[in-house]
């Protein structure tokens, strides 16, 4: 897809994201009339189909994972968390098993990568940003699940929770994203090692 779109943008056509907008630039692909050089042409129409047919594969991946997690009492225990579907529970417990490597969420969420770099120098601490270091996997997926949160938290504050409307305000939207990746990363590992179903904490009322 990425392919797709780097070639076609060369040449001034550029669509929006997502899947509608690759079907538009497929549209201008299949388009005879588009202008686009034979040779192009015909190379980029070789990586759609092959983008066809892997599709229903992954597709057929992805729906064998999702069975395996939903017969696995741990996995249906995690992606009863907000942000983390079925693929994401399947994989933090292919990970880690049950968890009790680490002391506490903190330390999961750092060995993903989701923890701020530590940098000291005269007796002043800073951190200039997420280490990125770890299971790389495990944090693409988290942070997908914390950007559907704080998209909805930030279109609908009357269902977002007190600490993603503060985050919010006071930092960037990527910066959110990855404050929300951190916090759900604890919260799956506290529900994997306690053995426990997930509760949701509940906000106090005025």
């Known amino acids: 897809m990425n392919s797709l779109r780097a070639m076609l943008a060369e040449f001034g056509v550029v669509a929006a994201q997502g ?30 189909a092959q983008l066809d047919a892997l599709t229903p594969s992954i597709e057929a991946l992805e729906e064998k994972i999702r069975q395996i997690a ?28 049950e968890g ?3 002391a506490r969420g ?6 993903a990568g989701m923890t701020p770099r530590q ?5 002043k601490r800073r951190a200039p940003g997420l280490s ?21 938290a930030r279109s609908r504050e009357d269902r977002a929770t007190r600490w993603q409307r503060s985050v ?10 990855m404050a929300q990746a951190a ?4 919260i799956a590992w506290a529900v994997l090692a306690s053995g426990q179903a997930y509760a949701p904490r509940r906000e106090a009322t005025a």
């Not at 299971?135 to 998209?151: D, P």
């Not at 916090?183 to 604890?186: D, N, P």
């Open 119 to 123: 940098h000291s120098s005269a007796g």
């Open 183 to 186: 916090k759900t990363a604890r």
């Open 19 to 48: 899947y509608r907008g690759l079907a538009a630039l497929r549209a201008h692909l299949a388009d005879e009339a588009s202008g686009l050089p034979e040779t192009l042409a015909a190379a980029l129409r070789c990586l759609a």
């Open 70 to 97: 939903k017969a696995d009492a741990a996995m249906r225990r995690l992606s009863a968390i907000p942000g983390v579907g079925f693929i994401t529970a399947h994989a933090v417990v292919a990970a880690i098993g």
């Open 132 to 152: 990125r270091q770890g299971e790389s996997r495990l944090r693409r997926l988290f942070a997908l699940g914390a950007t559907t949160l704080m998209r909805n």
């Open 168 to 177: 919010l305000s006071r930092r960037p939207m990527k910066v959110a994203v």
């Open 106 to 111: 903190r330390d999961f969420a750092a060995w």
């Open 100 to 102: 009790r490597q680490f």
